[in-house]
T-cell receptor
Framework: DAGVTQSPTHLIKTRGQHVTLRCSPI?????VSWYQQVLGQGPQFIFQ???????GRGNFPDRFSARQFPNYSSELNVNALLLGDSALYLC??????????FGDGTRLSIL | QQQVKQSPQSLIVQKGGISIINCAYE??????FPWYQQFPGKGPALLIA?????SEKKEGRFTISFNKSAKQFSLHIMDSQPGDSATYFC????????????FGEGTQLTVNP
């Protein structure tokens, strides 16, 4: 069975631009969460969606937004990119109250 | 508080030795404690997890020890192998938060042959 898939794997943007990252969950998983992992640190929670509704939001500015589609895939959008947004963005999927399984992430570099 | 503190930051052990990584948490509402293993260029992979109703869980060479009163839990890797060289993260979540994970800072483990 396919795991969590994320696209693109790498992305280079400049300050002020916006970016859209995509995630396809494991088949049957209805919950998708997004995390930001800065180099050398643990992942930080950004959003969780379950059944297309936002169920949690971490301490991130409004420049970060997300949504979940009827097929349970998800997008993370970041506007007005800053140098500090450079990180690995991880998507995790899970069943209800089940362990989270992570994709390999999108490496975002801001120039 | 939502923090999870992890130590040591880095760890070097010899092949066949025991690797021990420790974590401490503050929020007594946490009720799920997983450990993740991450290789360079990859996402974190679930290794083993425990709930606070048990004090120890073992899966193969990996054991979690849990001390509820001290609000601490640790990962023991027995017979450490070079292939275990990776970054390990402890995490915690509350069932009421919909499995939102709070991660420790990570431990970079190197197992020398």
């Amino acid at each position: 069975d396919a795991g969590v898939t994320q696209s693109p794997t790498h992305l280079i943007k400049t300050r002020g631009q916006h970016v859209t990252l995509r995630c396809s969950p494991i088949s049957g998983h209805k919950s998708v969460s997004w995390y930001q992992q800065v180099l050398g640190q643990g992942p930080q929670f950004i959003f969780q969606y379950y059944e297309k509704e936002e169920r949690g939001r971490g301490n991130f500015p409004d420049r970060f937004s997300a949504r979940q589609f009827p097929n349970y895939s998800s997008e993370l959008n970041v506007n007005a990119l800053l140098l500090g947004d450079s990180a690995l963005y991880l998507c995790a999927s899970s069943g209800y109250n089940q362990p989270q399984h992570f994709g390999d992430g999108t490496r975002l570099s801001i120039l | 508080q939502q923090q999870v503190k992890q130590s040591p930051q880095s760890l070097i052990v010899q092949k066949g030795g025991i690797s021990i990584i420790n974590c401490a948490y503050e929020n007594t509402a946490f009720d799920y404690f997983p450990w993740y293993q991450q290789f360079p260029g990859k996402g974190p992979a679930l290794l083993i997890a425990i709930r606070p109703d048990v004090s120890e869980k073992k899966e193969g060479r990996f054991t979690i020890s849990f001390n509820k009163s001290a609000k601490q839990f640790s990962l023991h890797i027995m017979d450490s192998q070079p292939g275990d060289s990776a970054t390990y993260f402890c995490a915690a979540s509350m069932i009421t938060s919909g499995s939102r994970l709070t991660f420790g800072e990570g431990t970079q483990l190197t197992v020398n042959p």
